[in-house]
Structures are given as structure tokens and as C-alpha cells.
């Protein structure tokens, strides 16, 4: 079995030219699923987890290599994220190329409450003031480039206190690690600046009714 998933293990890095053979013996923790798809393919039988390993039905081996450690083939963006560090370690210690993910990662930034309400496209904090081409106002979600929301500035009746506060509670009800892959997307501000009839925007990685939300900005 062994002797089998070392050859699915190198033939999935094959495309990133290592010099030194990978071993994987030594890395079970990070492609636990090539050792199960070899123990399916050479039982004939299905791969399943009931911990989490991996979500689904269970599976044949061919259909679970399909869609196992390829960034862009997963499901939620968590397990993109997951695939795409290990590749990237991976890659590092057994001295391949550079790796360049296909996948855009989310990351975490450390930006106060207030510094996280916007105008745009000057970039200023809403406790500033806007500058005179600012059209639209951007509240941060805590990651960058992957805001809640962008609405029109003129459309804003909401305080700084009611904009932060219904950020605080975006924050407990979002949760994009868990959004399918193709619901997450970094932001693009210039077709919205660009666009003189824009008016809001709010990330679809939220599933909330976004008449509700745009409701509670404006009344």
C-alpha cells in the first residue's frame, strides 16, 4: 500500500520538478488521503470519513484523486486554503519550483473596528471625513481584500457607531473558511468606483438577505 501511495504522491508533485525523491512516510499528516485512496484501489473498495477527514459520500479512489490536495478543485474554501499551504511546504522541502496558487488565500488582518469603515476609492477612515470624489463606503470584513459590504456614501444614513455594530455582528455570523470555493473571490473596488449607477454591493459568501442589511443602512 505504501509502495503505492508514494507513487500517486509523486506523480501529483511531478508537475513541480523536485530534486530530492518525496518520502511519504514522513509527511502522512498533510496527504493522509493518497494512503487511503491506495488502500481503496487496491481493495476495490470506497474511501469515507466520519471525522472530517473529508466530506462526502463514500467515493472510489479515481473520482476522490480528482478533487484530493487540488486547490482549485475543492469545495469549500477552507480546504482549498489547506491544499494550498501543505503544496507549498511540500514543494519547499523537497526543493521544487515555485509554486504559484491558483487559489487567492485569505488573510487576517489586524485593523481596529474603526479602522475597518472605509470611504472609497481614497482609502480614507470614516471617522476622517470623505474626500470630494469619495462615491462609496467599504465595510472591512476581518480579512483583506474580502469586505462585507460596499454601498453608495450618499445613500448612508447610519452613525459610525450603527456601521460598527452591524459589522460586529457580520463578524459572529460570517465564516468564509466554510463557503463553497465558488462564492469566494477577492474584491475588485474599480468597476464599482467606475459605475455612476452602483449602488451596494454585499459579499455573496454572507448568505444574508442583502435588502434587510441595505434597510438598516439607510433608514
Given amino acids: 500500500m505504501?509502495?503505492?501511495a508514494n507513487e500517486k504522491l509523486?506523480?501529483?508533485l511531478m508537475p513541480f520538478e523536485l530534486k530530492i525523491s518525496p518520502v511519504l512516510a514522513t509527511r502522512v499528516g498533510e496527504i493522509i488521503g493518497l494512503l487511503a485512496a491506495a488502500m481503496a484501489e487496491l481493495t476495490d473498495?470506497?474511501?469515507f470519513s466520519d471525522d472530517g477527514?473529508?466530506?462526502g459520500p463514500p467515493i472510489r479512489s479515481d473520482e476522490f484523486e480528482l478533487h484530493y490536495f487540488k486547490p482549485t478543485q475543492a469545495k469549500t474554501y477552507a480546504d482549498a486554503s489547506w491544499y494550498s499551504r501543505c503544496l507549498e511546504s511540500l514543494i519547499n522541502d523537497y526543493q521544487g519550483k515555485l509554486n504559484v496558487s491558483e487559489v487567492?488565500?485569505?488573510i487576517e488582518h489586524e485593523w481596529p473596528l474603526h479602522q475597518r469603515v472605509r470611504y472609497a476609492p481614497s482609502n480614507r477612515l470614516f471617522q476622517e471625513g470623505p474626500n470630494e470624489d469619495d462615491r462609496l463606503i467599504i465595510l472591512h470584513s476581518r480579512y483583506f481584500n474580502f469586505p462585507y459590504l460596499v454601498i453608495k456614501r450618499t445613500l448612508i444614513k447610519a452613525d459610525e457607531q450603527l456601521l460598527i455594530r452591524k459589522m460586529m455582528f457580520l463578524d459572529?455570523?460570517?465564516d468564509f473558511g466554510r463557503q463553497l470555493m465558488n462564492r469566494i473571490y477577492e474584491f475588485d473596488i474599480q468597476p464599482m468606483?467606475?459605475?455612476k449607477k452602483f449602488t451596494f454591493w454585499l459579499n455573496p459568501g454572507l448568505d444574508k438577505r442583502s435588502e434587510a442589511i441595505l434597510s438598516d443602512l439607510i433608514d
Avoid: E
Fill in 2 to 4: 505504501l509502495k503505492l
Fill in 10 to 12: 509523486r506523480t501529483y
Fill in 45 to 47: 473498495g470506497f474511501i
Fill in 53 to 55: 477527514a473529508w466530506p
Fill in 104 to 106: 487567492g488565500l485569505i
Fill in 172 to 174: 459572529i455570523q460570517s
Fill in 193 to 195: 468606483v467606475a459605475n
